[in-house]
């Protein structure tokens, strides 16, 4: 007997037939999942572009979102708490993915120098690694995460001032709180040592753009995997960055196969499935060929209108090349 409506993004890979031996599923864009698609559902499978929030899901059956993503920004907590919905993400999902993005970068513009200074703002699941494949390429890391320091205390960080002064290099890896906002404005900008490069590739709105195009001339090289009003994008951001790409950086085959392994498995908890609780992807052949940053680059300013269809579409790599 199956036990409800589950609405999925269907651009979460790897699930097509794992749910429909318990349950009604129905795979929509993830932009098209709005209140009436919702409204008789029992659980969503989510990726960031649905925002779960009260005008989603007011008055729907919803008790799970489980989403196939390391960050929650796109779902409001407190309603889900009020309301009694149990939330699920995949944390650490794509973390290897980011940090090889961050790698080849810095390797296609020749920033990997023995004894150059990349300086890491957010030392989580993603920051860690990114920190970890820098001093294998023999570079100096500072850290920067100031509510990991509250806990672990200050040894091995550095305050934000020292290392926006001192790096060669800086590298956001924060989460979209509401106080990261803007997080590296004019100010974060201003601190940056003259010919320092920035990468982004944790959240568009953690940048003012405004402020980093007014600091353009300043900086170094600029590496934008993710943007404010995706997938309306600031075309002269674009213009001035030296790789831009699509929303991708995490968006290997590993990540993925993690993300969907997380969200089924949280199906499978909540709703006492055992073998969904310990579903694994299985059977899939890796990528062979090196990643090509590059490619992706110029793919963007080919069609930059198509930034949401270069994600939808987008040939996973394998995170380990």
């Known amino acids: 007997m199956k036990r409800g409506l589950i609405i999925v993004d269907r651009d979460i890979p790897f699930l097509a037939g794992v749910l429909e031996n318990w349950f009604d599923v129905q795979y929509l864009p993830g932009r098209e999942i709005g209140p009436d698609a919702v409204r008789n559902a029992v659980a969503l499978l989510i990726r960031t572009r649905t925002r779960c929030n ?8 919803v008790r799970l979102i489980a989403t196939a993503t390391i960050g929650t920004d796109h779902i409001d907590l407190d309603y889900c708490a009020v309301r009694g919905i149990a ?3 995949a944390p650490g999902c794509n973390a290897d993915a980011v940090a090889q993005y ?11 120098r023995p004894g150059a200074t990349l300086g890491v703002i957010g030392v989580g699941h993603v920051g860690s690694k990114v920190a970890a494949r820098a001093r294998e390429a023999g570079m100096q890391v500072l850290l ?14 550095t305050p ?5 002064a001192q790096s060669d290099i800086v590298t956001l890896h924060i989460p979209l709180w509401p106080e990261n906002r803007d997080f590296a404005d004019a100010a974060f900008f201003a601190a940056m040592k003259e010919g320092a490069a920035f990468f982004n590739a944790s959240r ?3 940048v003012d753009e405004s402020a980093l195009l007014a600091a353009r001339p300043r900086l170094g090289r600029l590496v934008v995997d993710v943007w404010k009003h995706e997938p309306d994008i600031n075309r002269d951001l674009l213009a001035v960055a030296d790789i831009a790409t699509p929303h991708i950086a995490g968006y290997s085959i590993q990540g993925k196969i993690n993300g969907t392994q997380a969200v089924v498995r949280a199906v499978g908890d909540f709703f006492d499935i055992p073998q969904l609780r310990s579903f694994l992807v299985r059977d899939i052949e890796l990528p062979r060929e090196p990643y090509d940053i590059l490619a ?8 930059p209108e198509n930034f949401e269809r270069l994600r939808s579409n987008y040939r996973y790599r394998n995170d380990q090349l």
């Not at 934000?160 to 926006?164: A, G, Q, T, V, Y």
């Not at 992706?296 to 069609?303: G, I, N």
């Open 102 to 112: 961050i790698a080849v970068a810095l390797r296609t513009l020749g920033l990997d």
């Open 204 to 206: 568009g709105e953690v």
């Open 144 to 157: 920067s995460d100031p509510p990991r320091e509250a806990v672990e205390g200050p040894a091995g960080f």
């Open 296 to 303: 992706d680059d110029t793919a963007l300013r080919r069609h």
């Open 87 to 89: 939330v699920a993400s």
């Open 160 to 164: 934000l001032s020292d290392l926006l």
């Open 54 to 61: 009260a005008s989603l899901l007011d008055g729907s059956s």
